[in-house]
């Protein structure tokens, strides 16, 4: 069943939740133009945004950060732990791993796994290395219900279709490749080299108006 908030908006909850944690002021309220100029867009996307959740804020006062916090995580499902499975334990994986920020947004990475023998065993912040044909058991008992793709290209299908085949529907990829998956299952696609090309672009349209 398609979402009710549109998935531009949806794309922008986490943003203004991130930016949430920087407008502590005095009263603890902050304005749609406070949360707008943080988040880098108008005021009146931020109220038409904050409509679909049933948010108005007060007039005069604005949206208490608190509470507006609360909602936005309940909303994005980040008020609960969700356990991560990466797949992949390269320089990428690895990296993933170890980064902290994500720990605070509700996230658990408690699986991480790879083909290569030389690297199963091996500790990652405190997780061994697993093997990726242990997948599904992994999966079910540890309840995990989101996996990333860390791996090469050539491999990025095969690792999404074993993510599938255990049971988990939503998938962050970072393989510079496109995969498919059945109707259900949710893929976000990270690529690097394409943010940098489009940063790239504009780079060259400022040389060309020079």
Known sequence: M???IPDATVARLPLYLRCLSELRSPDEH???DDLAAAAGVNSAQVRKDFSYLGSYGTRGVGYGIDDLAAQLRKVLGLDTKNPVM???AGNLGSALANYKGIDTWGFDIVSIVDIDEAKIGEEVDGLTV???DNIAT????RSIDIGVIAVPARAAQDVADRFV???ITSILNFAPTVIHAPVGVT????????SLG?????KAEEERRA
């Not at 893929?187 to 394409?194: G, L, P």
């Not at 489009?198 to 504009?202: D, F, K, P, S, T």
């Open 138 to 141: 992994i999966v079910a008992a």
């Open 2 to 4: 398609k979402s009710p």
């Open 86 to 88: 990466i797949i992949g």
């Open 30 to 32: 902050c304005s749609s």
């Open 165 to 167: 085949d255990a049971g």
């Open 187 to 194: 893929i976000r696609r990270v690529d690097i080299a394409v």
């Open 198 to 202: 489009i940063l790239a672009y504009h």
């Open 130 to 132: 697993e093997s990726i």
